[in-house]
């Protein structure tokens, strides 16, 4: 017997491919399952609803909105968020488990997530440990940052701590995927860059995209993983390039 119920709470559209995964790695460990999808176009839903889980419909309107009003949802007050894409590991999954006997201590817990790019597991470029703030007491806090780099934000004073096991991230299907992403997730932060003053978006303009990429490639050992570590960080030094240069077009010009 539990002394503590947990609702697991994913974000989902067109996931298909992955969400049966999600899903059968958190059965054991919750009491419901929410799904809540943007009216995905493939069998998304139909596969989540037959694994269990509730699947509301609702808008997207930015990860950080989204995961907000997803968490409202849950019956729970203890809530584990996943993306559809991710995994809870065995022995993550047991690290919940021995939590729920006792009791959940903490407002907050953190675990790690390992990435993947294809079958490979990426620990270089600051990948991993990629620390998320992903089970926590839904009534203390609210999902933050800047999209699509959302995180749960807890005020300061709460305490937390970090669960054993890692999250399954199944984050690229190859590297051609990650170079893509990099400009797509410059593109969807550089509305939020427009507000900054033009002094600052010019001078991270300029100073962003090769600090980045130094430090994944140097400092964050992407060296030492050849020419998936060298891609990633040319992706990530995209991401700023493309998030600075267009948030700039978008203060001067309104589009």
């Given at each position: 017997?539990?002394?503590?119920?947990?609702?697991?709470?994913?974000?989902?559209?067109?996931?298909?491919?992955?969400?049966?995964?999600?899903?059968?790695?958190?059965?054991?460990?919750?009491?419901?399952?929410?799904?809540?999808?943007?009216?995905?176009?493939?069998?998304t839903v139909e596969i989540a609803e037959n694994l269990g889980a509730t699947v509301i419909p609702?808008?997207?309107?930015?990860?950080?909105?989204?995961?907000?009003?997803?968490?409202?949802?849950?019956?729970?007050?203890?809530?584990?968020?996943?993306?559809?894409?991710?995994?809870?590991?065995?022995?993550?999954?047991?690290?919940?488990?021995?939590?729920?006997?006792?009791?959940?201590?903490?407002?907050?817990?953190?675990?790690?997530?390992?990435?993947?790019?294809?079958?490979?597991?990426?620990?270089?470029?600051?990948?991993?440990?990629?620390?998320?703030?992903?089970?926590?007491?839904?009534?203390?806090?609210?999902?933050?940052?800047?999209?699509?780099?959302?995180?749960?934000?807890?005020?300061?004073?709460?305490?937390?701590?970090?669960?054993?096991?890692?999250?399954?991230?199944?984050?690229?299907?190859?590297?051609?995927?990650?170079?893509?992403?990099?400009?797509?997730?410059?593109?969807?932060?550089?509305?939020?860059?427009?507000?900054?003053?033009?002094?600052?978006?010019?001078?991270?303009?300029?100073?962003?995209?090769?600090?980045?990429?130094?430090?994944?490639?140097?400092?964050?050992?992407?060296?030492?993983?050849?020419?998936?570590?060298?891609?990633?960080?040319?992706?990530?030094?995209?991401?700023?390039?493309?998030?600075?240069?267009?948030?700039?077009?978008?203060?001067?010009?309104?589009?």
């Amino acid at each position: 017997m539990f002394k503590t119920k947990l609702s697991i709470v994913i974000i989902t559209y067109n996931e298909e491919k992955l969400i049966s995964k999600c899903i059968g790695s958190v059965r054991q460990i919750a009491d419901e399952i929410i799904v809540v999808d943007s009216y995905s176009k493939d069998r998304t839903v139909e596969i989540a609803e037959n694994l269990g889980a509730t699947v509301i419909p609702h808008k997207f309107e930015g990860h950080i909105q989204q995961k907000n009003w997803a968490k409202d949802q849950s019956q729970y007050d203890f809530v584990l968020s996943l993306d559809a894409d991710e995994v809870v590991s065995d022995e993550l999954a047991q690290s919940i488990l021995e939590v729920k006997q006792i009791g959940f201590n903490f407002p907050g817990y953190y675990v790690n997530r390992l990435n993947y790019i294809g079958n490979k597991p990426i620990k270089t470029n600051g990948w991993y440990p990629d620390s998320k703030l992903r089970l926590w007491n839904k009534n203390l806090g609210k999902w933050g940052g800047t999209n699509p780099h959302d995180k749960f934000l807890l005020p300061l004073g709460y305490s937390k701590t970090t669960l054993k096991g890692d999250l399954i991230h199944y984050s690229y299907v190859n590297l051609k995927e990650v170079w893509l992403k990099g400009k797509q997730y410059g593109l969807l932060a550089a509305p939020y860059i427009s507000k900054i003053s033009t002094f600052s978006i010019l001078a991270q303009m300029f100073s962003s995209p090769i600090l980045r990429w130094f430090k994944s490639y140097f400092i964050r050992g992407g060296i030492i993983n050849g020419w998936t570590g060298f891609v990633i960080a040319m992706a990530q030094s995209r991401e700023a390039w493309v998030k600075y240069s267009r948030g700039l077009t978008i203060r001067l010009f309104g589009k």
